[in-house]
């Protein structure tokens, strides 16, 4: 099978845990080389993983010709430089959510930079490719539950006593809303289908230099429906979610969680069901999605211009909202 080779730019948890696993379980794809400011870090990245090379350089890393694609697992504030250089550079991109961590703006000259030197971009929201979450978006559009009413979205965690992570770091894009607040939003707008019409949305505690640690929203789209959002990086564990239809209620417990044993409660005409769901690796999923788009040169799965666009424009106005305490019309 061909496959494309990928780099790797900064040795981050998600790519140690999460991201580099998927590309050497994925069939279509080859981890060739890493690359870390510290060249001592990438070495050991390297040989925990059996990448072929390694640098303590991004930028030597995208000026290898044998890479295909690289992902970029670097904190938000670094998205838009280093999505760039890789455009600049040939090499198609998977960059982490959120593409921009300060807008929807930002976004479009990462984009541009993309079609400018012919390369794919996609911003990697793995949780769209598993099987699960596929089967949720069938259901509701099936009509399992009849018309969506409400959509009850809650992520939350405390990381409050790890005041050095990247979270909590204005400069580098930080915040709960960056952080896991943006999947409240993905998921609100992937079940609906459909763009809010309204926002209103408040930002519950923040640092002093402005970092958002709390956040509680909530999408109006048209015909009547609501989505109710709530994030947080200093609240006790919560990742529930609750599809509410005019007829009968789908609740996923630790929905966020992605766990092997998720499961789906259908509550409809008085009985409530359990039902088990597949699950499957979403990483190595999302890699091989994304891998080929690029050896058939077709069009990526989540497009930047619809997908990351749209939840971008959501996040811009909920920073609006909690900034003026209004509620914003998009």
Known sequence: MEKIKWG??????IARKAVIPGIIGAGNS?????????KEKAADFAEEFGAAVYYGDYDKLLADQEIDAVYIPLPNGFHKEWTIKAAEAGKHILCEKPLSGKSRAEAEEMFAAAQKNKVKLMEAFMYRFQP??????????????????????????DISSRR???RFKAELDGGALNDIG???V??????????????????????????????SATLYFEGGSFASLYYSINSYDEQD??????????????????REDNYFLLDKDGEVEKTPVETGPQYQLEVEAFAEAVLNDTEIPLKVDTETYAN???????????????????
């Not at 959501?314 to 209004?326: G, H, P, T």
């Open 132 to 157: 699960f979450v596929i089967k949720l978006k069938e259901m509701v559009e099936e009509g399992a539950i009849g018309k969506i009413k409400e959509i009850k979205s809650n992520f939350a965690f």
């Open 312 to 330: 971008l424009k959501v996040m811009d106005a909920m920073r609006k909202s909690a900034a003026e305490e209004i509620v914003v019309k998009l």
């Open 241 to 258: 979610l609750e599809v509410v239809g005019s007829e009968g209620i789908i609740r996923i417990p630790n929905f966020f969680s992605w």
């Open 30 to 38: 080859e981890l060739y080389a890493v690359a870390s400011r510290s």
């Open 164 to 166: 050095e992570d990247i």
């Open 8 to 13: 790797i730019l900064g040795c981050a948890n």
């Open 186 to 215: 993905n998921i609100s707008r992937y079940l609906m289908g459909e763009m809010p019409t309204k926002v209103a949305n408040f930002f519950q505690k923040k640092t002093a230099d402005g970092v958002d640690l709390s956040g």
């Open 182 to 184: 943006c999947y409240t």
